[in-house]
C-alpha cells in the first residue's frame, strides 16, 4: 500500500510538470492556468514600422513561469547534486524565430517529459550513499555519517531548498516527507526513501522552471520574491542557477531594493560567465548559433565547409573586441576587421583603411554573417535586406502570400547575368514590387560578397553595382556599399533602440508590450551614450526585473 501511495504522490508531481507549460501564473497553483502564447502569436500585433509615437507602457511583465533550457537543465542538475547529466538524447530545443530561449516558448512534449523523468531516475539511482549524506546542509554533521530515517527532517529540507533554489514551504516539506515516509523499507535498502525524494525533486516543475509567480496568488499586481529575481539575473545574465553568495543576498531581502539590485547586477557582469552571456546574445542576434551547420552549394563554393570554423572565429573574436562588455554600438557596426592570415586569401581582396569596396568594415563586414543570409548556391538581395530590416531596425516585413512568382522562373525566362538584374526584374512583378522596395535595396549594398563571404569584383564577367538605398528609417540616402550602410546605421537612433528591443527579448525572454516599456528606454539610453554593458546594466536593473502583473 505505501509503494502504491508513493506511485500516486509521484505520478501527481509529475503530471503538474506536464501541466507546468500551460501556466499564465493566475496563483501559485502551477497547473490550473491556460497555455501562454507562443511567439508568433506575441508577434502579431507589432506593426511594420515601429518608430511612430509610443505611449508609455507600464513596466511589468506578465507573471509566467519560464522553462530551463538542456544547458541550463544540466547545470541545475550539477549544482542540486553534483552531478554530470547527460542531455544529448532529450529532443532538438525548437527555434521560435526570436531568441531560443524566450519564456513562453518552453514547451514540454511527451518525449521530453519522458527524458526528463528516465534522467531523474537514472540521476537518483547512481548517487551514492555518501552523496546523498552530502546533500545535507549541516556544518557540524559528520562528513561519513550513515543515513538514517532520523535525518529525514534535515535532508528533505536541504534536498528541496537546493533543488527549488530557494526555502521549502510548509507544504514542500509535508509533501516530500511523506514520499520518503512511503519508501521506508520498500526494499530493503535503507538509501531508498533518500533517492525518492532526489528522484521526484528533479521531475517537479519548480526544479525544472524558473519562477516570476511572487509570494501571494491573490495579488494581480505584484514584485517578484527575492529568489525568483536571484534566478532571474542568474539564468539570465551567466545561463546558470544562482550560486550561494547570490542565494544568501536573497535571504538577506538585498535583491528587492533597488540598491542591492544595482550592486549584485554589478557584480555579475564582472564575471566571465556574463561575458559569454553577451557573446551568446550577440550570436544569436546575428543568426550565426547554428553557422557551423550551414552550408553551400559544393561545385559552386567548394571551399567553405572547410572554412567555416576560421570565419566563426573571426566572428567569435571580432564581437568579443566590439561586441563586449566595453564594445559601443558605433564600433560594433564601424570598426575595421582585422582579417586572419588564414582567410585573406579565401576572403579575396585585400582590406583597405581608406574604407573601399574591399574594405571589411564592422559586423555585417564578418564572413560568417554576410553567408549566414545568403541562399545555397547564390546571394539573396532579399534575403539580406531582410535581415537588416528584423534585426537592426526591428521592422517586420510581412511577405505575400503563396501566389508570389517563382524567382527561378524570373530567372529562365529572362535570363539575367547578374543578381542584381534578377532581382530587379523579379522586382517588377506586382506581387513582389512593395517587400523588394524596401528590402533589395539594402540588399544591394552587399552584392561585392558572394554567398560565401568572399569578396568580388565581377559576376559572370559583369562589373558588381552595389550601390541602393536606405528607406522607411531616420537615417534614409543612397548607399554606394554595405559601409555606407553601416555608418548610417550607426548613426541611427531607430538602429539603437532595436538593439535595446534585441536585448530585452534576450535577457528578459519576452515580446515588448510597445516602445514605451520602460525597460527599453533606459536600455536605449545606456547604449545611445554608453557600452554594452551600460544597455544590460539598464536592462537588468530596471522595474522590468521585479515587477509583474496576472493576466485577468
Not at 579565401?346 to 541562399?375: F, K, M, N, T
Amino acid at each position: 500500500m505505501l509503494q502504491v501511495r508513493s506511485a500516486l504522490v509521484h505520478k501527481a508531481l509529475w503530471l503538474s510538470l506536464l501541466l507546468a507549460p500551460q501556466i499564465s501564473c493566475q496563483g501559485a497553483d502551477l497547473s490550473t492556468a491556460p497555455w501562454l502564447p507562443a511567439e508568433a502569436m506575441a508577434m502579431q500585433p507589432m506593426q511594420d514600422r515601429p518608430y511612430v509615437a509610443a505611449g508609455v507602457e507600464p513596466a511589468a511583465l506578465r507573471a509566467r513561469t519560464w522553462k530551463l533550457t538542456h544547458r541550463q537543465y544540466a547545470a541545475a542538475v550539477k549544482a542540486f547534486i553534483g552531478a554530470e547529466v547527460d542531455t544529448s538524447d532529450f529532443e532538438v530545443e525548437l527555434d521560435n524565430g526570436v531568441y531560443p530561449n524566450m519564456s513562453s516558448s518552453g514547451l514540454v512534449r511527451v518525449s521530453l517529459a519522458r527524458s526528463y523523468y528516465d534522467s531523474a531516475e537514472r540521476i537518483a539511482a547512481a548517487l551514492t550513499a555518501e552523496q546523498l549524506s552530502a546533500l545535507i546542509d549541516d556544518p557540524a554533521r559528520p562528513a561519513r555519517q550513515a543515513l538514517t530515517p532520523a535525518q529525514k527532517p534535515a535532508f528533505v529540507a536541504s534536498a528541496i531548498r537546493r533543488a527549488f533554489r530557494r526555502p521549502p514551504t510548509q507544504e514542500d516539506l509535508d509533501t516530500y516527507a511523506e514520499i520518503f515516509d512511503q519508501q521506508l523499507g520498500a526494499d530493503g535498502d535503507e538509501t531508498s526513501p533518500f533517492r525518492a525524494v532526489i528522484r521526484t525533486l528533479l521531475s517537479s516543475p519548480f526544479f525544472l522552471y524558473r519562477t516570476e509567480i511572487g509570494a501571494d496568488p491573490a495579488q494581480q499586481a505584484f514584485e517578484l520574491t527575492d529568489y525568483e529575481v536571484a534566478s532571474l539575473l542568474s539564468f539570465s545574465l551567466l545561463d546558470d542557477p544562482p550560486a550561494q553568495e547570490l542565494l544568501q543576498a536573497a535571504a538577506r531581502g538585498e535583491l528587492t531594493s533597488q540598491a542591492g539590485l544595482v550592486r549584485h547586477v554589478n557584480a555579475l557582469l564582472d564575471t566571465p560567465e556574463a561575458a559569454t552571456g553577451l557573446q551568446t546574445f550577440m550570436l544569436q542576434w546575428l543568426k550565426l548559433q547554428r553557422f557551423l551547420e550551414l552550408d553551400k552549394d559544393a561545385p559552386l563554393f567548394p571551399e567553405f565547409r572547410a572554412m567555416r570554423p576560421a570565419m566563426l572565429q573571426e566572428a567569435l573574436e571580432y564581437l568579443a573586441a566590439n561586441g563586449g562588455m566595453t564594445g559601443t554600438w558605433t564600433g560594433l557596426l564601424t570598426t575595421p576587421i582585422a582579417v586572419a592570415p588564414g582567410l585573406v586569401n579565401y576572403y579575396g581582396g585585400e582590406p583597405s583603411a581608406q574604407g573601399d569596396v574591399g574594405q571589411r568594415l564592422g559586423v555585417l563586414g564578418l564572413g560568417a554573417v554576410i553567408a549566414a543570409h545568403s541562399r545555397l548556391n547564390g546571394t539573396s538581395p532579399t534575403q539580406r535586406g531582410l535581415f537588416i530590416r528584423d534585426r537592426l531596425l526591428c521592422q517586420q516585413i510581412h511577405l505575400p502570400p503563396d501566389t508570389v512568382p517563382n524567382i527561378v522562373e524570373t530567372l529562365a525566362t529572362g535570363l539575367p547575368k547578374t543578381t542584381r538584374e534578377m532581382y530587379e526584374m523579379h522586382a517588377r512583378e506586382p506581387a513582389c514590387a512593395s517587400c523588394h522596395a524596401r528590402l533589395d535595396g539594402i540588399g544591394f549594398s552587399f552584392e561585392h560578397f558572394d554567398a560565401s563571404g568572399r569578396y568580388r569584383n565581377t559576376e559572370n564577367g559583369v562589373p558588381i553595382d552595389a550601390s541602393g538605398e536606405l528607406v522607411d528609417s531616420d537615417v534614409d540616402g543612397p548607399l554606394s556599399s554595405y559601409s555606407d550602410l553601416a555608418r548610417r546605421l550607426a548613426n541611427s537612433a531607430w538602429a539603437t533602440e532595436c538593439m535595446a528591443l534585441q536585448a530585452f527579448r534576450f535577457y528578459l525572454g519576452q515580446i515588448e508590450a510597445d516602445r514605451g516599456t520602460p525597460a527599453v528606454v533606459a536600455a536605449r539610453t545606456a547604449l545611445a551614450g554608453g557600452t554594452f554593458r551600460a544597455l544590460v546594466t539598464a536592462l537588468m536593473t530596471s522595474a522590468s526585473v521585479r515587477q509583474r502583473v496576472r493576466q485577468p
